[in-house]
């Protein structure tokens, strides 16, 4: 986790908290990430993803979701 923090700073640490210690999803679950254009939700839904979670994520503005 050393390693890792330090490559992705704060908000990579919040999202691997958020998402694997409070979390805890499983292979084929669905994952909702309500600000999935800010730093943290790139990185849930990425996490989300590698997990093999099914990723739904909004944004603010459709501009956001072009991102």
């Not at 990579?12 to 994952?31: C, D, H, M």
């Not at 939700?41 to 590698?50: I, N, T």
Request: with cysteine; net charge positive; aromatic share 10%.
């Amino acid at each position: 986790m050393l390693c890792f923090s330090v490559n992705t700073g704060m908000p990579g640490i919040t999202a691997y908290a958020g998402f694997f210690e409070l979390g805890s999803p499983k292979k084929g679950e669905t994952v909702f990430i309500s600000a999935a254009s800010g730093a943290v939700g790139q990185l849930v839904g990425q996490f989300a993803k590698l997990t093999g979670c099914y990723v739904v994520g909004s944004a603010g503005s459709k501009e956001k979701v072009l991102l």
